[in-house]
């Protein structure tokens, strides 16, 4: 049997314009994946309480509550994320890879993600 790796220009084009969204679907996802410079965390669907999409003239915020901790992602055109995250089908999300910036205006896009835990209670040894 014989292997051939592909070089970037053979790789369909369905795989480079995956590359470029900020967020994929499954509707059998069982956790969300959330991707940050460095660091992936995964957040189960059992623990998903809320979100809530926010629009003002500038940008969109949309607020994921799992459990004890709040992700917030901030972009352009985040309603069908938000649509796809109502059927628990949002499987990643992930910052706009920094080569592709800017983006067409149409298209959704994620601009920052950020991740707050509850801090840790902190115990005295006194």
Same mark, same amino acid.
């Given at each position: 049997?014989?292997? &051939?790796?592909?070089?970037? @220009?053979?790789?369909?084009?369905? @795989?480079?314009? &995956?590359?470029?969204?900020?967020?994929?679907?499954?509707?059998?996802?069982?956790?969300?994946? $959330?991707?940050?410079?460095? !660091?992936?965390?995964?957040?189960?669907?059992?623990?998903?309480?809320?979100?809530?999409? $926010?629009?003002?003239?500038?940008?969109?915020?949309?607020q994921?509550?799992?459990?004890?901790?709040?992700?917030? $992602?901030t972009? &352009?055109?985040?309603?069908?994320?938000?649509?796809?995250?109502?059927?628990?089908? $949002?499987?990643?999300?992930?910052?706009?890879?920094?080569?592709?910036?800017?983006?067409?205006?149409?298209?959704?896009?994620?601009?920052?993600? !950020?991740?707050?835990?509850?801090?840790? &209670? !902190?115990?005295?040894? !006194?």
């Amino acid at each position: 049997m014989e292997t &051939k790796l592909r070089s970037e @220009s053979d790789a369909p084009s369905v @795989s480079r314009a &995956k590359d470029l969204n900020c967020w994929s679907t499954d509707s059998s996802a069982q956790c969300l994946r $959330v991707e940050k410079p460095g !660091e992936i965390q995964l957040f189960p669907y059992g623990y998903f309480q809320h979100a809530k999409l $926010v629009k003002n003239s500038c940008d969109e915020a949309l607020q994921i509550r799992f459990q004890d901790c709040l992700i917030t $992602v901030t972009g &352009k055109s985040l309603e069908p994320l938000c649509s796809a995250l109502e059927r628990l089908a $949002v499987d990643r999300i992930r910052l706009l890879p920094a080569p592709h910036c800017p983006f067409p205006k149409s298209e959704g896009f994620i601009e920052a993600i !950020e991740i707050h835990e509850p801090k840790q &209670k !902190e115990t005295n040894h !006194e």
